[in-house]
């Protein structure tokens, strides 16, 4: 670790408000057993760590690499704000080079915020104009969070207005086991029925009633009140 990355941490650490990180403890479950267990906060707001991460954008992956190993939750968002912005001003090999790196980097990227921070913008971005296949073996994946962020990196393809990846892995990922799975899915459910209502409820009607509550959940909140009730109480046609 070289003295510029010592600095940055030092840096970072002395922005942190140990009551927000006793809070934020708590809210990202961190208890034993629970989804986030061992991780540990310093307690500094997103808005601050993105800031931040624009004074450092010059930087390596190998510094990135200290970064993202880090045992502070804060410290991992902030090394992915710098990869992403690696990965949109490259080109070439570099875009490969960053987005490999993710892949192989991804027991790092350890919770949900994390995830969803990051995971179009790499991993969405870069597969856009390739094999999509990656995606689809991290949804098999053992990982709670290479699954998630199978699922979250479509949200690139869907603001691109392509929908047919979100459908498929949402087919796949329909009986996980995992609340913070249903709920991605719900939400990328919702994000394509922004877009193309007719492309999610053909997906819904094939799946209401056997697809998660709390994934149905996520998938019509935006629906008007009378068509959600219908698919919660199993009467949409």
């Given at each position: 670790?070289?003295?510029?990355?010592?600095?940055?941490?030092?840096?970072?650490?002395?922005?942190?408000?140990?009551?927000?990180?006793?809070?934020?403890?708590?809210?990202?479950?961190?208890?034993?057993?629970?989804?986030?267990?061992?991780?540990l906060?310093?307690?500094?707001?997103?808005?601050?760590?993105?800031?931040?991460?624009?004074?450092?954008?010059?930087?390596?992956?190998?510094?990135?690499?200290?970064?993202?190993?880090?045992?502070?939750?804060?410290?991992?968002?902030?090394?992915?704000?710098?990869?992403?912005?690696?990965?949109?001003?490259?080109?070439?090999?570099?875009?490969?080079?960053?987005?490999?790196?993710?892949?192989?980097?991804?027991?790092f990227?350890?919770?949900?915020?994390?995830?969803?921070?990051?995971?179009?913008?790499?991993?969405?971005?870069?597969?856009?104009?390739?094999?999509?296949?990656p995606?689809?073996?991290?949804?098999?994946?053992?990982?709670?969070?290479?699954?998630?962020?199978?699922?979250?990196?479509?949200?690139?393809?869907?603001?691109?207005?392509?929908?047919?990846?979100?459908?498929?892995?949402s087919?796949?990922?329909?009986?996980?086991?995992?609340?913070?799975?249903?709920?991605?899915?719900?939400?990328?459910?919702?994000?394509?029925?922004?877009?193309?209502?007719?492309?999610?409820?053909?997906?819904?009607?094939?799946?209401?009633?056997?697809m998660?509550?709390?994934?149905?959940?996520?998938?019509?909140?935006?629906?008007?009140?009378?068509?959600?009730?219908?698919?919660?109480?199993?009467?949409?046609?």
């Amino acid at each position: 670790m070289n003295q510029r990355i010592k600095d940055m941490i030092n840096e970072l650490k002395s922005l942190g408000d140990p009551k927000r990180a006793e809070n934020y403890q708590r809210f990202f479950k961190t208890g034993k057993g629970e989804y986030g267990e061992g991780d540990l906060f310093l307690g500094i707001q997103v808005p601050v760590l993105r800031n931040m991460s624009k004074k450092y954008r010059e930087i390596s992956l190998e510094e990135i690499a200290d970064l993202i190993a880090s045992p502070y939750h804060e410290i991992r968002m902030f090394s992915l704000f710098l990869l992403i912005y690696s990965f949109k001003k490259s080109n070439g090999n570099n875009g490969e080079n960053i987005y490999k790196f993710y892949l192989k980097n991804s027991k790092f990227i350890n919770n949900w915020d994390l995830v969803d921070s990051s995971a179009e913008h790499i991993v969405g971005a870069y597969l856009y104009n390739f094999d999509r296949q990656p995606i689809y073996k991290l949804a098999v994946s053992k990982s709670l969070w290479e699954r998630r962020i199978s699922i979250i990196s479509t949200y690139y393809f869907i603001k691109q207005n392509q929908f047919d990846d979100t459908l498929k892995i949402s087919e796949i990922l329909l009986r996980d086991k995992e609340d913070l799975i249903h709920k991605a899915v719900g939400w990328m459910l919702r994000e394509v029925g922004k877009r193309n209502i007719e492309n999610e409820e053909l997906f819904l009607k094939k799946h209401y009633k056997t697809m998660p509550r709390t994934m149905l959940r996520y998938a019509i909140e935006k629906f008007p009140e009378e068509k959600r009730r219908e698919y919660l109480y199993g009467s949409s046609n």
